[in-house]
């Protein structure tokens, strides 16, 4: 997927989800992406859609502190660009 014209807004990738968390978090980011993702219903692969981070990302915004916030930063990254995807906004 490219950068939509009109906007700098890169889609959201499971390496840049994890450098996000991994920031904050440290060597637990691994764990606790692991963890969401399969709650999620989500495979651990590199490639995932941004609808598949953004189901993540769903799952860490209900987690308890930083985690929770970090997830709900993802989650209006990820829904902010899925509605610039469909030409909404």
Do not use: H, N
Not at 1 to 13: F, H, I, N, S, V
Not at 18 to 44: C, N, Y
Not at 60 to 88: F, H, N
């Amino acid at each position: 997927m490219e950068t939509r014209p009109g906007t700098k807004l890169e889609p959201p990738t499971r390496t840049s989800a994890l450098e996000s968390l991994r920031r904050v978090l440290g060597e637990d980011a691994f764990d606790v992406w692991a963890s969401a993702s399969a709650e999620a219903g989500v495979a651990w692969r590199p490639d995932l859609t941004p609808e598949q981070i953004c189901a993540v990302a769903r799952v860490l915004a209900k987690r308890p502190g930083l985690v929770g916030t970090l997830g709900v930063s993802l989650r209006v990254r990820c829904e902010t660009y899925l509605a610039l995807q469909r030409g909404v906004g």
